[in-house]
């Protein structure tokens, strides 16, 4: 079956700037998770939803990070008025209810200049 | 506070050779482990899951679990050029909130 699809696949944006990153998980998977991913570095836990609830959200960096998941299915993470920090590939992943067994999209890669 | 730890290596070893990758874990109610391998430039791809203490093989790969040392490893048997990657560690510990712990990864190089 259809795996984790994540668009764009790229984002080239300007500092301060927003920018919407999609995440559409496979089907039947009720956990999405976002994380992110420094060059050369480990993953970030971003936030966590299961359904449409975010019952942890404490990884976001900042007030300028925010994540939507409607339908239990597609999610949009959002970040705000970008810094060069947020420079990334941002990774979601999906499972099925309550399981750590998590499947990871490719990635979408942002670059803030 | 729960933590994963792996050397960053990188760690080198011939084709053909076995490949011995391992992870130590902070929390004593950690229930479950998970090996991904991450190539280059790619995302995290799950390989490897196991529960129970002991060993658990699939093909050229073995997952080593010992709760009461803390650790878990994964063996690649007959290692290839194509396994050359970083192997990432995640343990997840039961009536959380399924947020998996990861460890920042071992690179593993096999030469020719």
């Known amino acids: 079956g259809a795996g984790v699809s994540q668009s764009p696949s790229n984002k080239v944006t300007e500092k301060g700037k927003d920018v919407e990153l999609r995440c559409d998980p496979i089907s039947g998977h009720t956990a999405l998770y976002w994380y992110r991913q420094s060059l050369g570095q480990g993953l970030e836990f971003l936030i966590y939803?299961?359904?449409?609830?975010?019952?942890?959200k404490s990884g976001l960096p900042s007030d300028r990070f925010s994540a939507e998941r409607t339908g239990g299915s597609v999610s949009t993470l959002t970040i705000q008025r970008t810094q060069q920090e947020d420079s990334a590939v941002y990774l979601c992943?999906?499972?099925?209810?309550?399981?750590?067994?998590?499947?990871f999209g490719p990635g979408t890669r942002l670059t803030v200049t | 506070q729960k933590e994963v730890e792996q050397n960053s290596g990188p760690l080198s070893v011939p084709e053909g050779a076995i490949a011995s990758l391992n992870c130590t874990y902070s929390?004593?109610?950690?229930?479950?482990f998970f090996w991904y391998r991450q190539y280059s430039g790619k995302s995290p791809e799950l390989i490897m899951f196991?529960?129970?203490?002991g060993d658990k093989e699939d093909g050229r790969f073995t997952a080593q679990l010992n709760k009461a040392s803390q650790y878990v490893s994964l063996l690649i048997r007959d290692s290839q050029p194509s396994d050359s990657a970083t192997y990432l560690c995640?343990?997840?510990?039961?009536?959380?909130?399924?947020?998996?712990?990861f460890g920042r990864g071992t690179s593993l190089i096999v030469h020719p």
């Open positions: 939803f299961q359904g449409n609830s975010a019952p942890d």
């Open positions: 992943a999906s499972s099925l209810v309550e399981s750590y067994e998590q499947y």
């Open positions: 929390d004593r109610g950690s229930q479950s």
């Open positions: 995640a343990v997840g510990t039961s009536g959380g909130s399924y947020i998996p712990t």
């Open positions: 196991i529960y129970s203490n």
